[in-house]
């Protein structure tokens, strides 16, 4: 199986700033990778599909982008809504895999 | 709209089994598979597998081989996700989430609790 990680695990924030998350693959995915942002008790919310694809109805904000070997999830200026957890997701591969997750909190 | 919506917590004994269902609507049901994806507390996300309510054809993840079965039924375009054998390690939030490989719709998850 295709193994994601995710840096950092957990970064304190406050709103406004800009916030970044990597996410790397063990093995080449070419750009079957997803991010989804879990809130808590909540299922989780696919944000950005394809690297750089933003789903409907979500804020600008939010980018997905490709460095290389790295997988860059962005929010441009963090809102009180988006303290959560933020997965990366490859499918590439099967089985699809799921990065550890990256918490944001204040 | 789209919505999948999930039968209720369960609490189970080890070596028992647990069938949670997850009932589609806004969307045609034969259209999308549907996968299913299990949370540990305060763990990840893992895939357990997929079935394609069309043609009933199913792939599951390696860990749960011989262990889960996954249905629908179309008529009331459901579907089912069926796991034998628990242990204390399987209890989580499993969610059904449309797609096989992208997952743009939750269901809200169902709690399974193993214990004796």
């Known amino acids: 199986d295709i193994q994601m990680t995710q840096s950092p695990s957990s970064l304190s924030a406050s709103v406004g700033d800009r916030v970044t998350i990597t996410c790397q693959a063990s093995?080449?995915?070419?750009?079957?990778l997803n991010w989804y942002q879990q809130k808590p008790g909540k299922a989780p919310r696919l944000l950005i599909s394809?690297?750089?694809r933003l789903e409907t109805g979500v804020p600008s904000r939010f980018s997905g982008s490709r460095s290389g070997t790295d997988f860059i999830f962005t929010i441009s200026s963090l809102q009180p809504d988006d303290f959560a957890i933020y997965y990366c997701?490859?499918?590439?591969?099967?089985?699809?895999?799921f990065g550890p997750g990256t918490k944001v909190d204040v | 709209q789209v919505q999948l919506v999930q039968s209720g917590a369960e609490v189970k004994k080890p070596g028992a089994s647990v069938k949670v269902s997850c009932q589609a609507s806004?969307?045609?049901?034969?259209?999308?598979?549907v996968s299913w994806v299990r949370q540990a507390p305060g763990q990840g996300l893992e895939w357990m597998g997929w079935?394609?309510?069309?043609?009933?054809?199913?792939k599951y993840a390696q860990t749960f081989q011989g262990r889960v079965t996954m249905t629908t039924d179309t008529s009331t375009s459901t579907a089912y996700m069926e796991l034998r054998s628990l242990r204390s390690d399987d209890t989580a939030v499993y969610y059904c989430?449309?797609?096989?490989?992208?997952?743009?719709?939750w269901g809200q998850g169902t709690l399974v609790t193993v214990s004796s």
């Open positions: 989430a449309r797609g096989e490989l992208k997952f743009p719709v």
């Open positions: 806004g969307y045609s049901f034969i259209s999308f598979g």
């Open positions: 079935i394609t309510p069309y043609n009933g054809n199913t």
């Open positions: 093995q080449d995915i070419n750009t079957y």
């Open positions: 394809d690297v750089s």
């Open positions: 997701q490859q499918y590439d591969t099967d089985p699809p895999t």
